[in-house]
């Protein structure tokens, strides 16, 4: 994919790496589009995602979480959830300063990780798409039940102690069941493989708790997205923040025997055409190239 390369300077002055389609790639685009990747990759992972886009007939922009991909941080560890907002908050600025027309439609899509961060940043006022659609949205962590005095206790002891090590790298198995995927993530240098930090455990909690408050706040159309075979991110939390979203305009799709990653998994140009037909019905026709 043909991308214009640029960057942002985040929280803690940590670099983060932005890519956008090219100013001619269309000619008159329906829409500007931010893409978010999930955890352990990188914006690269979604460039079939991007070109499906473009087209379409729309603008494409992509980000590397802090720690992923070519930004800074440390490799594959989320030191704050609130960086990761305020990041998502100023690559949009960013995008917008760049953007051709300032009143054309702002759309995002994300996954997992991603629609986490750009959803709590939609929930505080810090962007405000048009038009919303998220996959994987850890609305509740596939984890064991947990009290909220518990969840409170790993949150304290991952900010006393945020780059131990702890379990076992990601079963990228648990992702996708596309075999080569799951082969070209060992072998690629922007994916990391190694243990999670306690503090990003922490943070995944303390990430999803506030996505929950919020979500009664998001009024954009929106669309979830989410797997019935998800290891990682339970489904019933995309019905969940289905129900509590206060938008009028809103749709859920459970796919059946999918996983985590609907863009990676082998039915992923279905799910990349729910997306395109979704942003589709929320936007104007374009000139393509």
Same mark, same amino acid.
């Given at each position: ?8 300077? +985040? #929280? ?5 790496? #932005? ?16 893409? /978010? ?16 886009? +473009? ?13 992923? +991909? ?20 100023? /690559? ?16 995002? /899509? ?23 659609? /998220? ?50 993530? #060992? ?6 493989? +190694? ?19 919020? $979500? ?15 290891? $990682? ?11 509590? #979203? ?44």
């Amino acid at each position: 994919m043909q991308v214009d390369e640029y960057s942002y300077t +985040g #929280v803690g002055s940590t670099r983060i790496h #932005v890519v956008s389609s090219p100013s001619d790639a269309v000619a008159s685009p329906r829409a500007d589009v931010l893409i /978010v990747h999930g955890w352990t990759e990188h914006s690269g992972r979604f460039f079939h995602v991007a070109n499906a886009l +473009g087209d379409a007939g729309y603008d494409t922009h992509l980000y590397d979480h802090r720690g992923h +991909g070519r930004s800074g941080g440390k490799p594959g560890h989320v030191d704050s959830v609130e960086s990761l907002v305020d990041d998502a908050a100023g /690559v949009v600025e960013l995008v917008f300063r760049r953007r051709r027309d300032p009143k054309r439609p702002f759309f995002v /899509v994300a996954h997992s990780l991603g629609a986490m961060t750009v959803l709590i940043a939609t929930e505080r006022g810090l962007i405000k798409p048009d038009c919303i659609a /998220v996959t994987g949205t850890p609305v509740v962590p596939n984890a064991r039940p947990l009290t909220d005095r518990q969840r409170q206790t790993i949150i304290s002891i991952g900010r006393l102690l945020p780059t131990v090590p702890v379990a076992a790298p990601l079963n990228r198995a648990n992702a996708t069941r596309d075999p080569e995927i799951n082969a070209w993530a #060992v072998k690629d240098p922007f994916c990391f493989s +190694g243990r999670p930090t306690l503090g990003t455990g922490a943070q995944m909690f303390y990430g999803s708790d506030q996505l929950r408050k919020g $979500l009664a706040s998001i009024a954009a159309p929106i669309l979830f997205l989410h797997g019935s075979k998800d290891a $990682l991110a339970k489904p019933y939390g995309s019905s969940l923040a289905y129900e509590l #979203v206060s938008s009028k305009d809103k749709r859920i799709k459970i796919y059946e025997g999918l996983m985590h990653h609907l863009f990676l998994e082998p039915e992923r140009a279905d799910v990349i055409a729910d997306v395109v037909d979704w942003f589709d019905k929320h936007s104007a026709p374009a000139d393509v190239k």
